[in-house]
C-alpha cells in the first residue's frame, strides 16, 4: 500500500513538474477560464440591444409618438427607419433591414383604452429565436404614467407582469459556465496526458516498470483535480466580482459537486486518452464531447424544451447533472440532498469511465 | 536448469497482421554475461526483447525470464529488469537528478537510501555536474549515460538494451561499453541489440538474426572461426573488374571491396579456391595477389544473412 502512494506521488508529482515548465498549459489553466467568463459574461449577453427596427406609425398622436420614444429610449431597439404602412413594414423584415417593426394603427388611442384588444403590433425576425425572446421584452413597455387615462387601465401587452425588467443572463450563464470551463479542459487536461507520454517514448519505459494501470491514472489525476477547483474559485471569484451572481447556496456544496463534476471530466479525458493515438486526434475527440455537451445539457438551450431523444442524450452529460446541481445551489439556495439523482449520476459517470480507462490501457505496445 | 539461465525462449514467434516479425526464435541466455542480437534493422531485434520483457504478447513459443513465464508473470518480472528503450524515454522537461529521482519512487527504492543510490549513480556515470540540467539540453551521449543510470537505478539482475549506442560517438561508445562489462562483472546479465560489429564483436554471446529467423548462434570468436567459408584477400590494380568477374562465378558467395582490395567469401567445397581465383582473374588478364585471411565478425554476419543479396549476387544460403 505504502509503495502503491509512493508511485501514485511520483506520477503526480512528476505530472505537476512537467506542467509547471509547459508554459502554454499553465497558461491554459487561468486563461481558458478567464476567457470564457469574460467572453460569455460580456460579450454573449443575451440582452441583445440596438435591434435595428422600423416604425409605422399611423396614429401619429402625441400617445404613439410617448410610445415610440419610450422604445428607443429603452435601448432593446434602435428606431432606423420610419414607413407609412404596415406592407413596407413587413418588405424591410423580409429583407433583413430590421429585425423589429413596430405598428401602431390609426386608432391607437381608442384602442390603449380598450382592454380587451391590443393597443399596437410587434412584427418580428422569427428566423432568430433568440430576437424573438428579446423583442418579447419590448412587450413590457407600458405608457409613461402621465399619460395613463385611469388607475384601472390594462397594460399595453398581457404578457408584460411575466417579464422581468431587470433580467441579467449574466447571472443565469456564469455559474454553469463553471460547469462549461471545467468540462473543456479536464477532459482536454488529460486527453492529452497519457497520449503526450505515448508520443514521446516515454510511456515504452514506463509499462516496464512496476507502475500499474490504476496508479498511473491515479496519479494523472490528482493534479488536475486540484487544477480543477483552483477553476471553479477563479470563475467563482470573477461571477461575484464583476457579473454580481449572488451565491445562495452553501460554498461546500458547490465544491463538493464541483469536485464530482471534475472526476467524471478526468475520467472521460483519461478514456479518451486510451483510445486516441496522438495528441491531436486527442483534442479532436474532446472537442466532439464538448459540442453535445454545450448543446444538449441545458446550459444554453432550455433542457425541458428539447425532443425527448435529445434530453435522453443530455441525461448522459454530466454536463446536464452539474449545470442542474450549480444553478440550483448558487441561484436557487439548494442544498445538494435536494438533488440526490444528478449527484449519484456524476459519480456513476465517474466510475464507469474511469473503469474504461483502466480497462482499455494496457502495459504493453500490441 | 533455469538457473544458469537468465532466459529461456522456444519456438518464440510474432506475427503482425501478414509480417512475420519474429520466426521460431530458440535462445538459451547465460546469466552473467553481455549477449547480444546482432541484425539489419527489421531482422526482429526489437521485436524479440520486447516479447522477452513481456511488452509484446507472443504469437507462439513459451519464454521464461528469470524464472517468470512470460507475459504471464511480466508484473512480477518487471521490479528485476532494467530496460532502455531504442528511442530515449526518460522526461525532456525535467532535470537529471529529477528523472533519477522519479525512477527511484517509480521502482519503490527505500526513501532513506535515494540520496545515496542517487549520488552514487550520479558519480558512476558522470553525470555529477549536470545533475540540474534540463534534460533536453543534454548530449546523445550524455542521454545515454542517464539512460542507463535509470534503468540500473534499482540493481536489477536483468538488464534489455536495445540499440543503446545508435545516437552516440564513437567515444561514448567505448564508455557505455566499459559500463556494461562491469555491470555484467558484478552479476547482471544484459541483453542488447546493435548493429555495429564492433559491439558484437564483444560480446560474450551472439546471435544473428536475419528476417526474424536465427542464423546464427554462439560466442563471436566461435562464430568466426567454424564459418563455413574461405576468406580470401585479393589485391588487383582494377578491383571493379575483377569483383564483377568474381562474382560472376558460382562458388564465390560474396564480394566486398575496401579500398583497393577485394574481401571475397568462396564455399568450402570449392576446390582450391586460391588457385581458382587466380586462374579465373588471369584469364581477364588482371595481374592479383590472392591470399587466405581469418574471417571477421561481418564475414559472418554475410555468411549468416544469404550473403550479398544487395550487389545481386546469387544466394548460395
Avoid at chain 1, 66 to 84: C, E, K
Wanted: contains cysteine; charged residues 20%; proline residues 5%.
Amino acid at each position: 500500500m505504502g509503495e502503491r502512494l509512493g508511485r501514485i506521488a511520483a506520477i503526480a508529482v512528476k505530472e505537476i513538474r512537467q506542467l509547471s515548465r509547459d508554459r502554454l498549459s499553465l497558461g491554459m489553466i487561468i486563461g481558458i477560464p478567464l476567457l470564457q467568463i469574460l467572453l460569455f459574461g460580456y460579450a454573449i449577453n443575451l440582452d441583445v440591444r440596438h435591434l435595428p427596427a422600423g416604425v409605422a406609425d399611423m396614429a401619429n398622436t402625441e400617445l404613439s409618438r410617448a410610445l415610440i420614444a419610450d422604445a428607443q429610449a429603452s435601448q432593446v431597439v434602435n428606431i432606423r427607419t420610419r414607413v407609412t404602412s404596415a406592407q413596407a413594414l413587413e418588405r424591410l423584415l423580409r429583407n433583413g433591414k430590421i429585425a423589429v417593426g413596430i405598428y401602431i394603427p390609426p386608432d391607437f388611442d381608442r384602442r390603449v383604452e380598450d382592454a380587451r384588444r391590443p393597443a399596437a403590433q410587434l412584427l418580428v425576425d422569427g428566423s432568430d429565436p433568440t430576437i424573438l425572446g428579446i423583442a418579447e421584452g419590448l412587450t413590457g413597455l407600458s405608457l409613461p404614467s402621465r399619460y395613463r387615462p385611469a388607475p384601472a387601465a390594462m397594460p399595453l401587452f398581457a404578457v408584460h407582469d411575466e417579464y422581468n425588467p431587470e433580467r441579467r443572463s449574466a447571472v443565469d450563464i456564469v455559474p454553469a459556465l463553471i460547469g462549461v470551463i471545467l468540462n473543456f479542459t479536464m477532459v482536454l487536461f488529460t486527453a492529452i496526458a497519457i497520449v503526450r507520454e505515448r508520443e514521446r517514448g516515454n510511456l515504452e519505459l514506463l509499462i516496464t516498470t512496476p507502475v500499474s494501470t490504476l496508479e498511473l491514472m491515479s496519479g494523472k489525476i490528482l493534479p488536475y483535480i486540484v487544477i480543477g477547483l483552483v477553476q471553479v474559485t477563479l470563475v467563482l471569484l470573477v461571477g461575484v466580482w464583476l457579473f454580481h451572481v449572488p451565491l445562495r447556496g452553501s460554498l461546500a456544496g458547490l465544491y463538493l459537486a464541483s469536485l464530482l463534476f471534475i472526476a467524471a471530466g478526468l475520467s472521460l479525458g483519461l478514456f479518451i486518452s486510451t483510445l486516441a493515438r496522438t495528441q491531436f486526434q486527442a483534442v479532436q475527440l474532446t472537442v466532439f464531447t464538448f459540442l453535445p455537451s454545450i448543446l444538449l445539457s441545458g446550459f444554453m438551450f432550455p433542457f425541458d424544451g428539447m425532443p425527448r431523444f435529445a434530453r435522453w442524450l443530455g441525461e448522459l452529460l454530466p454536463l446536464t447533472h452539474f449545470v442542474r446541481l450549480v444553478r440550483g445551489i448558487v441561484l436557487r439556495g439548494a442544498s445538494l440532498a435536494d438533488m440526490p439523482a444528478d449527484l449519484w449520476a456524476l459519480l456513476a459517470f465517474f466510475a464507469v469511465f474511469m473503469g474504461l480507462a483502466v480497462l482499455n490501457f494496457h502495459k504493453r505496445l500490441d | 536448469m533455469n538457473a544458469d539461465f537468465a532466459i529461456r525462449a522456444e519456438g518464440l514467434t510474432r506475427r503482425f497482421g501478414a509480417l512475420m516479425a519474429v520466426n521460431r526464435v530458440t535462445l538459451a541466455i547465460p546469466r552473467g554475461q553481455i549477449y547480444g542480437f546482432l541484425g539489419p534493422n527489421g531482422s526482429g531485434k526489437s521485436t524479440t526483447i520486447r516479447m522477452l520483457c513481456g511488452l509484446l504478447r507472443p504469437s507462439a513459443g513459451e519464454v521464461s525470464v528469470l524464472g517468470y513465464a512470460v507475459p504471464r508473470e511480466a508484473e512480477a518480472l518487471r521490479r528485476k529488469i532494467g530496460y532502455m528503450t531504442q528511442r530515449f524515454s526518460l522526461y525532456e522537461d525535467l532535470s537529471v537528478a529529477e528523472n533519477l529521482r522519479f525512477m527511484a519512487r517509480i521502482f519503490s527504492l527505500p526513501r532513506s537510501a535515494h540520496d545515496v543510490r542517487l549520488g552514487a549513480a550520479l558519480r558512476h556515470y558522470r553525470l555529477e555536474s549536470l545533475a540540474r540540467r534540463r534534460v533536453v539540453n543534454l548530449s546523445g551521449g550524455e542521454k545515454q549515460r542517464l539512460a542507463l543510470a535509470a534503468a540500473t537505478l534499482h540493481d536489477p539482475p536483468l538488464l534489455f538494451l536495445d540499440e543503446p549506442t545508435t545516437a552516440v560517438d564513437p567515444q561514448s561508445r567505448r564508455d557505455f561499453w566499459d559500463n556494461l562489462f562491469a555491470l555484467a562483472a558484478a552479476g547482471t546479465t544484459i541483453l542488447v541489440s546493435t548493429h555495429y560489429m564492433d559491439e558484437a564483436e564483444r560480446c560474450h554471446r551472439l546471435a544473428i538474426l536475419d528476417r526474424g529467423r536465427l542464423v546464427a548462434e554462439g560466442p563471436p570468436r566461435t562464430l568466426m572461426r567454424d564459418l563455413d567459408a574461405v576468406v580470401l584477400e585479393i589485391e588487383t590494380p582494377d578491383p571493379q573488374r575483377a569483383g564483377e568477374l568474381l562474382r560472376a562465378q558460382p562458388w564465390v558467395r560474396s564480394v566486398a571491396q575496401l579500398g583497393t582490395r577485394l574481401h571475397a567469401l568462396a564455399a568450402r567445397d570449392a576446390v582450391q579456391p586460391l588457385e581458382a581465383v587466380r586462374q579465373r582473374l588471369a584469364a581477364a588478364g588482371l595481374e592479383v595477389r590472392v591470399e587466405q585471411t581469418a574471417a571477421n565478425l561481418e564475414d559472418v554476419f554475410v555468411a549468416a544473412t544469404g550473403f550479398n543479396r544487395d550487389d545481386g549476387a546469387a544466394g548460395h544460403g
